[in-house]
C-alpha cells in the first residue's frame, strides 16, 4: 500500500532564484525504507523539511506531497501539526540540539505524549518506560532523570526513536540520524530502526551519505545531486547494478575506502 506519494517536488529560493529542489517524484510503501543518498549540499534534508512543511518563508515549495488523500502542500497548519505530531515523526541529525537543555528526558517525553496522545501522567511515565525499555536502555527510571547534556550522542538517539515509536506513526523521516555517533553506536542505533520497523510496522524514510547503513536498511534507494534524483529503484538493484555514472562512482568510492580495512580484517585472521 502507498502510504506517501511525491510528485514533481521543487523548492526555489525566493531571494536568488535559486533551484534547491527539482522535480522530485517518489513513493513510500507501507512498512518498507526507503534510503535517500547523496552528496552535502544535494538536497536530501530539503527534501524532508519540504515534505513535513519545514521549510523557510522565502522558499517556495511547489508539487504535490500526498499523504491519507491529502495534498500536504495544501494542508492548513493546524493539520500539518496533527499530522507530525502522530502520523509522520521526524528524528533529527543532531540529537543534543533535539532536546530542550532546560528539562530531564523524561519529563520531556512524558509532555511529548500526553500532548500528541491525550493519555493521563501516569500512562505517559508507563509509555515512557516500556519505550526505553524497548531501545535496550538499562535502567530507563535513572536516565528519564538525567538532562540531555549527561547521555551520549546514542543514547539521545535511542531516547528520540522511543519517542517515536510511542507514537506509532504511518512514516518516521530520519535525516542523518547517524552521522554524529561513532561505530558502536551507530550500529546500536541502526539495529533500532529495523527493529522499530518489525515492533510496528512503521514504514522509514532514511537519509544518509553513508551507503554502507542505506544498503543494510534500505528496500528502495533514491540518489540525489544538485536537486535532483538522478536514480531511482529496488536498493539491490541499484547497488548491484547502478545506471547512472554519480551512482556508480558513490558505489565505487565506498569500495575502495572499504577495501584497507577488509584487507587489515584478512590478515589478522
Not at 535517500?36 to 527534501?47: A, H, L, N, Y
Not at 515534505?51 to 493546524?78: Q, Y
Request: charged share 25%.
Amino acid at each position: 500500500m502507498c502510504l506517501l506519494e511525491i510528485k514533481n517536488l521543487s523548492v526555489n529560493d525566493t531571494r536568488t532564484e535559486k533551484a534547491i529542489l527539482q522535480n522530485l517524484s517518489f513513493t513510500l510503501e507501507s512498512n518498507t525504507c526507503l534510503g535517500i543518498v547523496g552528496e552535502s549540499g544535494s538536497g536530501k534534508s530539503m527534501t524532508a523539511k519540504a515534505i513535513l512543511g519545514l521549510t523557510s518563508p522565502w522558499l517556495h515549495v511547489r508539487g504535490e506531497v500526498v499523504f491519507d488523500g491529502m495534498n500536504l502542500l495544501n494542508a492548513s497548519n493546524k493539520i500539518l501539526r496533527n499530522i507530525r505530531g502522530q502520523k509522520i515523526c521526524m528524528i533529527l541529525q543532531d540529537a543534543m540540539t533535539a532536546f530542550n537543555p532546560l528539562y530531564p528526558i523524561g519529563k520531556q517525553m512524558i509532555e511529548t505524549v500526553r500532548e500528541n496522545l491525550g493519555v493521563r501522567k501516569n500512562e505517559a511515565i508507563k509509555m515512557s518506560l516500556d519505550a526505553l525499555e524497548k531501545m535496550c536502555i538499562h535502567n530507563p527510571e535513572q536516565v528519564m532523570k538525567k538532562y540531555p547534556h549527561q547521555l551520549s550522542g546514542g543514547m539521545l538517539q535511542r531516547c528520540m526513536i522511543g519517542i517515536a515509536m510511542m507514537m506509532k506513526p504511518d512514516i518516521i523521516i530520519a535525516d542523518e540520524p547517524t552521522t554524529a555517533l561513532d561505530s558502536i553506536n551507530q550500529r546500536e542505533v541502526v539495529e533500532e530502526f529495523r527493529r522499530l520497523r518489525e515492533l510496528i510496522g512503521t514504514a522509514i524514510i532514511f537519509i544518509s551519505h553513508d551507503l554502507g547503513v542505506v544498503q543494510y536498511l534500505a528496500d528502495h534507494l533514491l540518489v540525489m545531486r544538485d536537486g535532483e534524483c538522478v536514480e531511482y529503484g529496488k536498493a539491490n538493484e541499484v547497488f548491484t547494478n547502478p545506471k547512472h555514472t554519480f551512482t556508480k562512482y558513490l558505489i565505487d568510492t565506498r569500495i575502495r575506502l572499504a577495501e584497507p580495512f577488509q584487507q587489515s580484517i584478512v590478515r589478522r585472521i
